[in-house]
């Protein structure tokens, strides 16, 4: 008989040495292997890959039960969101063994025994074994070709369902949607526009408008003058014509007493046929309840009803050739509220005279399709709102005012064409440099397919070639790709997806729908990721404060939240405002501490730092400026990154350059760095307080190009002042911790916490009452001016308590959470994606590639997103690789060819900017 099992012992280091016991992967959060998609270090990312579309080599696992050693991380400088996190080698190129479990590590017995026995040993290894197999089909390679295909066909379906359907998206508006709550009106397919007084005086100027009908298109006549004039009040003989007019904007409204379709509203319609009479610009008309009313239901007055409209439906189209000519459907009522002398007028009549109008109108003309548009959506609207009615006959007025925002849509989206109002909007013509932007991407698809046919056969001759001396044949090394052919797999990559987001934003291909804002919408995402975030959590390779592992998950987590935050809409809700308006100034806050610290340590003020940093920021951008006809400041953040960091470059390469090697050996130095920051102190206060000042700089040519929005800097010079401290924080903080750490004041080591007990006991209850009281705070603002104005001073409070509470804790220091740090890794990338591809109308709407199902359209938008932003991240970090060259003489050949093409960038943005004037 065979001994008892040998005692466990703790596994082999590849070197050979005891390492720590690895847990098991359903015990500690989730391994490398265990969620591939969350690995920081897979196929092709960070580490300089042409990435997981392309045909370049990447990180190889073993099919056997050895895992593959992660790669080296990325070095460099800035981080994903600017951050520009030190890269000094501590924290970038260390092994990790990843988890592994004993009858598949070894044959040893003994280390069987360790983690097995009897069955479980079987069960454990089919666990394994199978985990591997997912783990080697489905990676982030995999995800990316699942969602490549993903975006193929449903871009194929809707384009097909808008060939079957027809492309209007007018018809969808006046014809279907849904309540989003209870008083949010929600278009199918497209996003409605709530137009404001002086758009509606714009879009309306020297136009007449013309309602034609009973009491209820007296009510629409009523709701949609009340757009153009609130104050207007409801008043008057209800059964006489009713007429408006603003004569400061020219406008006309009109409604006519013609409560039945009969030879009055016939008579009266023939005279704007009239070559000499001049015609309305549009047309509201609608009749029946009356006709019902007067003949008490009669089959009689149907048929008369019919007859009616047969003869009055070849003037309204005759009408239709010049003017907008909507005829209004009859609402259904709630007849339990009808008065005695209404109860003959039932929806059961209702939906015969319904019938009958519109099968003689769409009949009325030989063409396919009549020009009387047919304005059925009000029925929608009082089958859910009739019952709100005080008679039971007319809508409740908040029921009146959607209906009569809808018609404003239908004329005025395509005359003022409004960001968020997608319903009724024809497709953006292409400009010239949109044109050239295909071009180039065109020419490189087929520069590389016909680069990779060359380089195919001159492998395939090459591939195999025989050993002279031995005989034998053996396998050439692959040698990496040339600048030339990543060049080119880079820009046909990129060709591939600015052509997605073009058909998402721009084409009108996928549907878009308005934002509603509920307070599940958005906590309960917020809750998964937490969850999600705790469960995946690993061992971090050191334990420093804002160690690399940790910037990453906090700019991940950070980055899910905004990204949550915008697709729900909840920036209505005003203590969720202020939050998120602390993490974008954390994010800033990073820039000032990764970026200072830095150029602290290395003292590396050099041209190709710069240029790294300024391309990986602003490549992106640039690239959907072009394709998506955008200004630069349109996607204000990067903007603000690059001028902090610009800002903060400045201020430490000016003379005196002061390092902390240099400063070391003489506090004088400090006392120099100190007058530096106080002086960079005092420019931001003179520049927050003197907005004149601040526009004259910036409106200057060419940066006004850069950093004008809607023909004025007002708005870069308000997103610029809302966080104009918490840069200048997070550069102080960044010195004062590193001369703490200098002198040895903090204890940094794993599990140990950052200062003596009692001092850490009482800094974290300090930084406990700060973060509560600061959010108390944000929760109790009454406005959101009165709330901006004290944000600059008082977020740092937050932000500082936070990084306390995550770092004087020594074991909170020594592990991370990688679900969020795969993330902040991207965080940049997903923060200017999302603009097109996740949200829509300029992050106005929400995009819809799957409609009628909201909750699968999430999943699906999400999961294309997510790996788009991750393949631009590696694109981006492959041409920086390639564009941004370490020697000095060929950087400073690119710099002045990259100076000629923003110049003639200029140049056509010019030329286009005269032609839409």
């Not at 998120?580 to 820039?591: E, G, H, K, S």
């Amino acid at each position: 008989m065979s001994g008892p099992p040998p005692p466990a012992r703790d596994p082999v280091t590849p070197g050979g040495r005891p390492g720590p016991v690895t847990p098991e992967p359903w015990a500690s959060g989730v391994p490398s292997q265990a969620q591939p998609l969350f690995r920081p270090e897979e196929e092709g990312e960070e580490t300089g890959g042409p990435g997981a579309w392309g045909t370049g080599t990447a990180e190889q696992r073993r099919r056997g039960c050895a895992e593959a050693e992660e790669g080296q991380a990325e070095a460099g400088g800035a981080a994903a969101a600017g951050s520009g996190r030190p890269a000094d080698g501590a924290d970038d190129g260390g092994w990790r063994r990843a988890p592994q479990c004993c009858p598949c590590a070894a044959p040893l017995p003994r280390l069987a025994a360790h983690c097995c026995h009897g069955e479980a040993k079987m069960a454990a290894l089919a666990y394994t074994l199978g985990k591997r197999e997912i783990n080697h089909y489905f990676s982030v390679r995999s995800a990316k070709v699942l969602a490549l295909l993903a975006a193929v066909l449903l871009a194929a379906g809707h384009l097909a369902s808008r060939r079957y359907r027809g492309n209007d998206s007018c018809e969808y508006l006046l014809s279907s949607g849904r309540f989003l709550g209870e008083k949010v009106w929600q278009p199918h397919s497209c996003m409605m526009h709530r137009y404001k007084i002086s758009e509606a005086k714009s879009c309306l100027l020297d136009k007449h408008i013309a309602f034609i009908g009973d009491s209820r298109i007296r009510q629409l006549f009523y709701s949609f003058v009340k757009i153009i004039n609130p104050q207007f009040k409801e008043e008057g003989n209800k059964h006489e014509s009713i007429h408006f007019e603003d004569k400061i904007a020219s406008v006309k409204v009109d409604f006519l007493w013609h409560p039945e379709v009969n030879g009055s509203m016939k008579q009266c319609i023939k005279v704007w046929t009239e070559d000499s009479v001049a015609k309305p610009h549009v047309l509201v008309a609608g009749a029946a309840t009356w006709s019902i009313k007067i003949h008490n239901g009669s089959s009689e007055a149907l048929s008369q009803y019919k007859m009616n409209i047969t003869s009055i439906a070849p003037l309204l189209e005759k009408l239709a050739k010049s003017s907008d000519v909507y005829w209004v459907l009859q609402d259904p009522v709630y007849e339990e509220l009808l008065s005695e002398n209404r109860k003959m007028i039932t929806n059961e009549k209702i939906d015969a005279y319904n019938e009958a109008a519109v099968s003689i109108l769409n009949s009325s003309t030989r063409n396919s399709k009549s020009n009387v548009k047919m304005f059925s959506v009000s029925k929608l609207i009082a089958q859910e709102a009739i019952m709100e009615s005080l008679d039971g006959l007319h809508l409740p007025e908040s029921s009146r005012e959607t209906v009569a925002m809808i018609l404003m849509n239908v004329y005025c989206n395509k005359i003022l064409k409004p960001v968020d109002g997608s319903c009724c909007q024809p497709r953006p013509p292409l400009t010239l440099i949109q044109k050239l932007a295909a071009c180039f991407f065109i020419f490189s698809i087929f520069g590389y397919i016909i680069f990779g046919i060359i380089n195919r056969n001159a492998h395939r001759k090459n591939k195999l070639c025989p050993d002279l001396e031995s005989g034998e044949k053996k396998n050439i090394i692959n040698i990496p790709g040339s600048p030339l052919e990543i060049l080119l797999q880079s820009f046909c990559k990129l060709g591939l997806i600015m052509a997605y987001f073009y058909m998402c934003d721009r084409a009108n291909l996928f549907m878009k729908e308005n934002k509603f804002y509920t307070h599940s919408s958005f906590f309960i995402p917020i809750i998964y990721i937490l969850v999600l975030g705790i469960f995946y959590n690993e061992n971090t390779k050191e334990t420093k404060v804002l160690n690399r592992e940790q910037t990453d998950e906090w700019k991940g987590w950070m980055q899910l939240v905004i990204l949550i935050y915008h697709i729900s809409g909840a920036s209505t809700f005003l203590p969720v405002y202020m939050h998120i308006r602390v993490l974008v100034a954390a994010y800033l806050f990073q820039t000032g501490y990764g970026h200072f610290s830095y150029f602290w340590i290395k003292g590396d003020f050099g041209i190709h730092r710069v240029c790294q940093v300024l391309f990986r920021l602003n490549f992106l951008v640039v690239v959907l400026c072009i394709v998506m006809d955008r200004p630069y400041q349109f996607y204000y953040f990067v903007p603000l990154v690059t001028v902090w960091f610009t800002i903060i470059y400045i201020t430490l390469a000016l003379w005196p350059q002061i390092n902390q090697k240099k400063a070391n050996g003489n506090c004088f130095w400090h006392f120099c760095l100190m007058l530096k920051l106080a002086f960079l102190l005092l420019c931001i206060c003179f520049l927050a307080y003197s907005q004149g000042a601040f526009e004259k700089i910036f409106s200057l040519w060419p940066l006004s190009k850069c950093f004008e929005l809607k023909g004025n800097v007002y708005e870069w010079w308000f997103r610029w002042r809302l966080d104009r401290y918490v840069v200048f924080h997070g550069m102080l903080f960044a010195f004062i911790y590193l001369a703490l750490q200098k002198r040895q004041v903090l204890s940094e080591g794993k599990g140990e916490p950052l200062f003596s007990n009692k001092v850490s006991n009482c800094l974290l209850f300090i930084s406990v009452v700060s973060f509560l009281t600061y959010s108390i705070w944000a929760s109790s603002c009454r406005n959101k001016a009165e709330c901006n104005e004290l944000h600059p001073l008082v977020s740092v409070v937050q932000i500082l308590a936070f990084i306390l509470i995550r770092n004087i804790p020594g074991y909170a220091r020594s592990v991370y959470s990688s679900f969020f740090a795969w993330f902040g890794k991207i965080s940049l990338e997903l923060f200017i994606c999302q603009y097109h591809i996740w949200l829509a109308a300029d992050t106005r709407g929400i995009l819809v590639l799957i409609p009628g199902n909201p909750m699968l359209n999430i999943i699906v938008s999400t999961f294309i997103f997510v790996c788009v932003a991750h393949e631009i991240s590696q694109i981006t970090n492959d041409l920086a690789q390639v564009i941004i060259p370490t020697d000095n003489a060929s950087l400073l050949k690119r710099l002045a060819c990259t100076a000629v093409f923003f110049c003639g960038l200029l140049i056509l943005s010019s030329i286009q900017d005269k032609a839409r004037h």
